[in-house]
């Protein structure tokens, strides 16, 4: 899922977060003369969404990872910026060393990289992935006759390690425009769970900004209920594993009135039943839809919607 696309009303996700971003540095340069400490947490915020995506690559000796961190940073498919944000592909030590510990790959966007063979501490590693990473299987081009093998093995690999696994010839690019279309999704799934962090901290800034300093609370919480708050923040709210059901079974992004209704009306639906583990997240889903609805040219007045 291309979660910018589904709210934001622009294609392209560098489109769809410029504006949110030019936003953010607004409100810094807002609160600056009134309330310092808030200008300073929103500047922060700015600073972990600009801060790079590393992406490890990851796997045993002799399996290809230098050639693939080659191809990565060869192509701007894999080093464009995602939000703001630059991408490093990083080259980890090799797993399974004796006497060396294998490398931590806890919170970062990882490509796992096997050939033919897959050994036990690579299906321990690929099952730790998640939807923070995907395997490759490099060298794809010895892998039976065709590169109909190859995708025929790489789907193998897939069913034995529960991970996304695609074949690739790092060495000369084979492959490539797969393994680029699997990394563009992790990565704009990591800025984005990046996005879905920043509200939490603007309601606890909202919460204590400096009483003695008036407008530093009211500048927060008007862009908190701006359009653009609200549609920045719910898009980053759909990247929850807990509502990939919903976003699976959800109308796709409105581009007509009559379109953001209807998501609107659907989202307004989920929140009216018992979700008691993210009622509040598909409330704001919700109220965005509403927000795209008026700003297509909805009538507040109608009853169907409240805003």
């Known amino acids: 899922m291309r979660t910018g696309a589904r709210l934001m009303a622009v294609g392209s996700m560098e489109d769809a977060t410029a504006e949110p971003m030019d936003e953010l540095r607004r409100l810094a340069y807002r609160l600056m003369p009134i309330d310092q400490r808030a200008a300073e947490a929103v500047h922060s915020i700015v600073g972990s969404l600009t801060a790079p995506l590393q992406v490890l690559v990851a796997g045993r000796s002799g399996v290809g990872r230098s050639a693939v961190v080659r191809l990565l940073e060869s192509d701007d498919r894999a080093t464009r910026r995602v939000g703001g944000a630059p991408v490093i592909p990083t080259e980890t030590r090799a797993f399974d060393v004796p006497g060396a510990s294998d490398p931590d790959l806890t919170h970062h966007c990882v490509v796992y990289v096997v050939v033919d063979g897959v050994r036990d501490v690579d299906r321990r590693a690929a099952r730790r992935l998640s939807d923070r990473g995907f395997v490759v299987v490099n060298k ?120 953001a209704l209807r998501c609107a009306t659907w989202w307004g639906g989920q929140a009216q039943r018992e979700h008691p583990a993210w009622p509040d997240a598909i409330s704001l889903v919700q109220r965005a839809y509403v927000r795209r609805w008026a700003s297509l040219g909805g009538r507040p007045d109608r009853p169907e919607v409240a805003p």
């Open 140 to 259: 794809a081009d010895r892998v039976g006759d065709g590169w109909e093998a190859a995708v025929g093995r790489a789907a193998e690999i897939a069913d034995e390690v529960g991970t996304v696994t695609v074949p690739l010839v790092a060495l000369t690019g084979e492959g490539g425009g797969a393994v680029f279309d699997v990394l563009a999704r992790i990565l704009e799934t990591a800025w984005w769970r990046r996005v879905d962090g920043m509200r939490s901290v603007l309601d606890r800034l909202a919460a204590v900004a400096d009483a003695d300093e008036a407008g530093a609370q009211d500048e927060v919480e008007r862009y908190l209920a701006d359009e653009g708050g609200v549609i920045f923040a719910a898009t980053a709210v759909l990247v929850r594993p807990e509502l990939q059901a919903f976003v699976a079974a959800a109308p796709a992004r409105p581009n007509t009135v009559d379109e």
